[in-house]
Nanobody
Framework: QVQLVESGGGLVQAGGSLRLSCVVS????????MGWYRQAPGKQREMVAS???????TYVDSVKGRFTISRGYAENTVYLQMNNLKPEDTAIYYC??????????????WGQGTQVTVSP
């Protein structure tokens, strides 16, 4: 059984910062990519940031220049540094990790989520 555990969420005023962390169980021996997604009530899940390899990163336009994703391979971790937070960033943030086997099958694993609330 594989588990992803997120931490670092909380309540912060607009303009503040939070750092999210995600730890993947060592049952995942080879991680091809990791990322952060978020979902607000009544809205679809949205990809916030992803990282493949060491430095191939992708961000949704709304967080560019404010959020930074980073990855630690040895500890199977991924981080999301969130600066200059806005009320629109309020959501449950989910960690994602995946691997691709030789046949091209992609297997995704999701964390339970951590709440981020930004007050105006």
């Amino acid at each position: 059984q594989v588990q992803l555990v997120e931490s670092g969420g909380g309540l912060v005023q607009a303009g503040g910062s939070l750092r999210l962390s995600c730890v993947v169980s060592r049952a995942i021996f080879s991680i091809n990519g990791m990322g952060w997604y978020r979902q607000a009530p009544g809205k679809q899940r949205e990809m916030v940031a992803s990282i493949v390899g060491h430095d191939s990163t992708t961000y949704v336009d709304s967080v560019k220049g404010r959020f930074t994703i980073s990855r630690g391979y040895a500890e199977n971790t991924v981080y999301l540094q969130m600066n200059n937070l806005k009320p629109e960033d309020t959501a449950i943030y989910y960690c994602n990790a995946y691997h691709i086997d030789v046949s091209g099958y992609r297997d995704d694993v999701w964390g339970q989520g951590t709440q981020v609330t930004v007050s105006p």
